[in-house]
């Protein structure tokens, strides 16, 4: 019989390719490699140019467990700051292993491709696996999973539960895994009224005060005190801005722009019907012209807890003693796609450091999810 696939070297191997979006950095060229030799049938999806990976173990009539993952990273920042080489997968005497995506979510994918490989070894006839890896979850995802997705469907390829391997414990391994995720979408607002001189305002009208007071009343405003499986939903001002270097000059515009996460009482329809009242109405107030524009990042949801949420939380619980907390909390995944397509649940390892410099997981948590992992694959056919 082969080896067990040492998860750690894997990481490793991955953290040394430089894959920074919209960048293959050779990490799925070594993933194929990998997965082929283990009989897996692969498919490259390439789309816009980004490169994923679909690779399936087993019948496509036989009950399949998949699992999302990706191998993009995010750009490393001060260059300078890092004290080792961010694609070095440097291994310290502190007993982390370094490098940029070691933690989100190189470690992740290693930890289940090994576990997976390690499970068709001696698997039921009955038993089936897919495993997809995009390399654009870091930027707009746009032709990340959903290529996958979108190619899955036209191919007759389907999953009936799913697992992504994001990190989901905040602090220590198996405190939380994520049943669920917010909704998030960006507005951006320009208000536009009439420039003149801070000496004559009548003669003016200045969109400051309106973009300012419309800021104000959605910063106040509560959209709601949480839902049954959710926290309250967030708004949070990120900017406001006249680029006006003088101070004796009225502006004819100024933009603002809101971030909002929004929970199940909501989607990003019934929330922009909301935004686009409240700039009706302070329009209407002041007689400034307030225009807005939206990006939809993705809805929320919910997997209602159940047989996958019980398994995980059952095989988590039997590796590291602790049962996992079912959040909902945090930013968006590429779980907001898999949702449409089959029930899903993220569990991953401590993401403290991730997107930060010298960004690092701890290797014995890599050996750890990757037996987390393994009971979750045989207690799924069992």
Same mark, same amino acid.
């Given at each position: ?48 140019g980004i490169s994923n990976l679909f690779a399936r173990w087993g019948s496509k009539n036989a009950r399949t467990l998949g699992f999302n993952g990706h191998t993009d990273v995010v750009p490393l920042g001060d260059r300078a700051a890092w004290t080792v080489d961010p694609f070095g997968g440097e291994i310290r005497d502190d007993g982390f292993l370094y490098g940029r ?24 006839? *009955? +038993? %089936?696996?897919?495993?997809?890896? @995009?390399? =654009?979850?870091?930027?707009? $995802?746009?032709?990340?999973?959903? &290529? ?9 390829e389907s999953m009936d539960d799913c697992v992504v391997g994001e990190p989901t414990c905040p602090n220590e391994m198996g405190e939380m895994m994520k049943i669920g995720r917010r909704g998030s979408l960006t507005a951006f607002f320009t208000a536009r009224g009439v420039q003149g001189h801070a000496a004559y305002p009548h003669r003016a009208l200045n969109p400051v ?21 959710? *926290? +309250? %939903?967030?708004?949070?001002?990120? @900017?406001? =801005?006249?680029?006006?270097? $003088?101070?004796?000059?009225?502006? &004819? ?130």
């Amino acid at each position: 019989m082969s080896q067990p696939i040492d998860p750690v070297a894997l990481t490793q191997k991955l953290v040394q390719c430089p894959s920074v979006t919209p960048d293959e950095g050779g990490a799925l060229v070594l993933l194929e490699g990998l997965l082929t030799q283990a009989g897996f049938a692969c498919t490259r999806i390439d789309r816009g140019g980004i490169s994923n990976l679909f690779a399936r173990w087993g019948s496509k009539n036989a009950r399949t467990l998949g699992f999302n993952g990706h191998t993009d990273v995010v750009p490393l920042g001060d260059r300078a700051a890092w004290t080792v080489d961010p694609f070095g997968g440097e291994i310290r005497d502190d007993g982390f292993l370094y490098g940029r995506g070691s933690t989100d979510m190189k470690s992740g994918v290693a930890a289940w491709v090994a576990a997976a490989i390690d499970f068709t070894r001696d698997a039921p006839e *009955d +038993a %089936s696996l897919v495993i997809t890896i @995009t390399g =654009d979850e870091e930027a707009d $995802a746009i032709d990340g999973t959903t &290529a996958i997705l979108d190619w899955m469907k036209d191919a007759g390829e389907s999953m009936d539960d799913c697992v992504v391997g994001e990190p989901t414990c905040p602090n220590e391994m198996g405190e939380m895994m994520k049943i669920g995720r917010r909704g998030s979408l960006t507005a951006f607002f320009t208000a536009r009224g009439v420039q003149g001189h801070a000496a004559y305002p009548h003669r003016a009208l200045n969109p400051v005060p309106a973009l300012a007071r419309l800021i104000a009343d959605l910063d106040a405003h509560e959209l709601d005190q949480g839902t049954d499986h959710f *926290d +309250a %939903s967030t708004l949070a001002v990120t @900017t406001f =801005d006249t680029g006006n270097p $003088a101070t004796n000059v009225i502006p &004819a515009d100024c933009r603002a722009t809101v971030n909002i996460r929004f929970n199940d009482a909501h989607s990003s329809d019934s929330v922009i019907k909301w935004l686009k009242g409240e700039c009706a109405r302070v329009g209407k107030d002041t007689g400034v012209d307030i225009e807005m524009t939206v990006k939809v990042s993705g809805e929320s949801f919910v997997t209602p807890p159940g047989a996958l949420s019980e398994l995980i939380a059952t095989s988590v619980e039997a590796e590291t003693g602790r049962r996992p907390e079912a959040s909902t909390s945090g930013g968006t995944s590429d779980a907001r796609f898999v949702k449409n397509h089959c029930p899903v649940v993220e569990f991953g390892l401590v993401g403290k450091t991730m997107h930060a410099v010298d960004e690092r997981v701890e290797v014995a948590q890599i050996t750890q999810l990757k037996s987390i992992y393994t009971r979750i694959i045989r207690d799924y056919f069992a």
